[in-house]
T-cell receptor, first 111, second 111 residues
Framework: DGGITQSPKYLFRKEGQNVTLSCEQNLNHDAMYWYRQDPGQGLRLIYYSQIVNDFQKGDIAEGYSVSREKKESFPLTVTSAQKNPTAFYLC??????????FGPGTRLTVT | RKEVEQDPGPFNVPEGATVAFNCTYSNSASQSFFWYRQDCRKEPKLLMSVYSSGNEDGRFTAQLNRASQYISLLIRDSKLSDSATYLCAVKMINTGNQFYFGTGTSLTVIP
């Protein structure tokens, strides 16, 4: 059963803590992406990676970090430097020149 | 200027109506085009790719106008289950396979 998994579905953290969101895909896609979506807003790109051990900043990378040690995995760390971390985080992947598929998302609430 | 722009709506239409959404893109080097559907508090799901010659999938028709730089989505015989937010997406190979999404158009089909 191919697809993209994200865990956990809901995450609650205290301000000042770093938190890591998981994203795994078994679609054999080279490219993976992280987006943030705020209520009533569009998708904003945080980071993306086209190949293992390489990634690029998106439009809103400040306060976030990623790694791509394996093709299947692209975890996102939300650091304490991120000013407004509460949001819906979506991971996606795509094959070259093909459409993008999304995981179910993680809702992060920081208080 | 945003890479991709959509009318946010909302569009409220009666069951059985035909509704059309447009999406404009700013970069003529845009390579691939897609429509996604996003239900409330869920991830976007691919509705259909948009091909140069236009394409149809049941009640849904997508068209691309490269000269005027827009894509459109037509929904015929609207169903209650079509109520969702529709996102257009543009993929540009010359920016590292990045996807650019519109902010989405909200559709509510009324009984």
């Amino acid at each position: 059963d191919g697809g993209i998994t994200q865990s956990p579905k809901y995450l609650f953290r205290k301000e000042g803590q770093n938190v890591t969101l998981s994203c795994e895909q078994n679609l054999n896609h080279d490219a993976m992406y992280w987006y943030r979506q705020d209520p009533g807003q569009g998708l904003r790109l945080i980071y993306y990676s086209q190949i293992v051990n390489d990634f690029q900043k998106g439009d809103i990378a400040e306060g976030y970090s990623v790694s791509r040690e394996k093709k299947e995995s692209f975890p996102l760390t939300v650091t304490s430097a991120q000013k407004n971390p509460t949001a819906f985080y979506l991971c996606a992947s795509s094959a070259y020149r093909a459409e993008q598929y999304f995981g179910p998302g993680t809702r992060l609430t920081v208080t | 200027r945003k890479e991709v722009e959509q009318d946010p709506g909302p569009f409220n239409v009666p069951e059985g109506a035909t509704v059309a959404f447009n999406c404009t893109y700013s970069n003529s080097a845009s390579q691939s085009f897609f429509w996604y559907r996003q239900d409330c508090r869920k991830e976007p799901k691919l509705l259909m790719s948009v091909y140069s010659s236009g394409n149809e999938d049941g009640r849904f028709t997508a068209q691309l106008n490269r000269a005027s730089q827009y894509i459109s989505l037509l929904i015929r015989d609207s169903k209650l289950s079509d109520s969702a937010t529709y996102l257009c997406a543009v993929k540009m190979i010359n920016t590292g396979n990045q996807f650019y999404f519109g902010t989405g158009t909200s559709l509510t089909v009324i009984p």
